[in-house]
């Protein structure tokens, strides 16, 4: 069962498209690391690969340090004089978008590295931009295996939070099993987000796991429990599981199957361990905090991880104000598809 993981069937879903796929043949959900499968990096991206590069070297030092105060680590303004890219058509009006800040959370697996494109494409506009390491996760030095909570894992985003000024608010985007760290955000800082933004993320209702969302294709968490040949026993295999980590083979061909083979080098050598804890708590969201959060979905039609079904479903059985398509992208669109989703980024800040 443990190679199943995550690996669904695809089905066209409605809503509105944004982009192209440069795909046009069938996608396959088989799993694989095929060169056929990733796409070449764009010359305009080679700039923002540069990033990503300084950001890795950075990581693989700080992993060898101890850090005192705060674990958690912030992608922040890039200091590069090199202007990057950007399409003249789509810069927007900032006098249309009243609040410029977005924070970002990434999703299983993955840090604050993750966002580099998204981070400089948005800056380059004028916007401000901060990406947290969640517990355990980029360069935080926790180890992941003793973070058995939604309240430790998602502790970065909430110190944040906290020192947050009453009168500011912020755009939080949230990936994958991190859609679950910014409804848990919801719950208790209503009043600091303006939008929240689940992209190909666990958004789930009231009573359920995060983990819930894989549970027509893996069965219940607890024959999970139980069964994947992935999960970490950290405490010795008497006790419960602590974490799982997918191979690199699997994780290419679920997670990156439409990513450059630059980005997905980069994504090999930088993944960590996901902490089971949280992904199999039950969320507790309340309609006068969560309920009255304004929440947006962006769907990712080529994604092996996250299915176009499973996400249709997430959006039918939790509405969200807005839904966007991404054509073409796997489940990380900030790495396979940068422009597009920066544009519909960009769209969601100037929604009044």
């Known amino acids: 069962m443990g190679n199943r993981l995550f690996c669904m069937s695809k089905k066209d879903v409605n809503g509105k498209e944004i982009g192209r796929s440069k795909n046009k043949g069938k996608s396959s959900n088989r799993l694989g690391s095929g060169r056929s499968q990733q796409r070449r990096m764009p010359p305009e991206e080679e700039l923002l690969h540069r990033h990503a590069l300084s950001m890795a070297i950075q990581q693989c030092q700080s992993q060898s340090q101890r850090f005192e105060g ?74 992941s295996n003793s973070v058995t909570t939604l309240a430790d894992y998602s502790k970065p985003l909430t110190n944040y939070l906290d020192n947050l000024p009453e009168d500011e608010k912020v755009i939080l985007v949230g990936h994958g099993f991190g859609g679950a760290c910014i409804s848990y955000a919801l719950e208790h800082y209503p009043k600091k987000i303006s939008k929240a933004i689940f992209l190909c993320a666990t958004m789930v209702s009231h009573g359920q796991k995060p983990f819930d969302v894989f549970a027509e294709e893996l069965g219940s968490a607890e024959l999970f429990m139980k069964g994947s040949k992935f999960l970490i026993y950290a405490n010795g295999k008497d006790n419960s599981p602590t974490g799982f980590m997918l191979e690199k083979q699997h994780m290419r061909g679920l997670y990156f ?96």
């Not at 998204?118 to 935080?140: F, K, P, R």
């Not at 080098?265 to 039950?282: H, S, T, V």
């Open 257 to 352: 199957n439409q990513t450059p083979a630059k980005d997905v080098a980069l994504a090999m050598a930088l993944m960590r361990p996901i902490p089971l804890g949280p992904i199999m708590e039950k969320m507790a969201l309340s309609p006068e905090n969560y309920g009255i959060g304004r929440r947006y979905f962006i769907q990712t039609l080529d994604d092996h991880a996250l299915s176009p079904d499973v996400q249709e479903k997430l959006v039918r059985e939790n509405p969200p104000e807005g839904v966007f398509k991404i054509k073409g992208s796997d489940h990380c669109p900030f790495l396979s598809k940068p422009q597009t989703l920066h544009k519909i980024l960009l769209e969601i800040a100037q929604i009044p």
């Open 70 to 143: 705060s674990m958690s680590r912030r992608i922040g303004p890039s200091t590069s004089s090199r202007r990057l890219p950007v399409d003249p058509v789509q810069m927007p009006d900032l006098e249309n978008i009243k609040l410029k800040k977005f924070i970002f959370i990434h999703g299983e697996g993955l840090g604050a590295w993750c966002w580099y494109k998204t981070i400089a494409l948005l800056e380059e506009v004028g916007l401000h931009t901060i990406a947290l390491d969640l517990m355990g996760s980029g360069i935080d030095l926790t180890d």
